[in-house]
């Protein structure tokens, strides 16, 4: 008798060795192209995005600027009520969506 559980238990195990299912975990890495822009001083930006900038949000201050290759300008602003935005524009001062 003893040989019939030993031999049901090593059967048993081997079952559930068999219903164990092992899923592999597919991971899938999203990775956002860096940002093609270098800060530049604030004193850099051009004379038409300040004026843009006042027209658009008054009050609103640059408090870091970023020029890219295409020479696209990201700007992170501060506005009068203490929101802040980022911004985008050419060097002619027109804004850009992104």
Same mark, same amino acid.
Do not use: C, R
């Given at each position: 008798?003893? +040989?019939?559980?030993? &031999?049901?238990?090593?059967? *048993?195990?081997?079952? @559930?060795?068999?219903?164990?299912?092992?899923?592999?975990?597919?991971?899938? #890495?999203?990775? %956002?192209? @860096?940002? !093609?822009?270098?800060?530049?001083?604030?004193?850099?930006?051009?004379?038409?995005? &300040?004026? +843009?900038?006042? !027209?658009?949000?008054?009050?609103? *201050?640059? &408090?870091?600027?970023?020029? &890219?290759?295409?020479?696209?300008?990201?700007?992170?602003?501060?506005? %009068?009520?203490? #929101?802040?935005? #980022?911004?985008?524009?050419?060097?002619?001062?027109?804004?850009?969506?992104?």
């Amino acid at each position: 008798m003893f +040989a019939a559980v030993l &031999s049901l238990g090593t059967m *048993t195990a081997f079952a @559930q060795e068999e219903e164990t299912v092992v899923a592999e975990e597919v991971v899938t #890495e999203v990775v %956002e192209a @860096q940002d !093609a822009y270098a800060e530049v001083a604030v004193e850099e930006v051009p004379a038409a995005i &300040s004026e +843009a900038l006042e !027209a658009a949000h008054p009050g609103a *201050t640059i &408090s870091k600027a970023y020029l &890219s290759e295409e020479a696209e300008y990201k700007l992170e602003v501060a506005k %009068e009520d203490g #929101e802040t935005a #980022e911004l985008y524009a050419d060097a002619e001062g027109n804004w850009i969506e992104k």
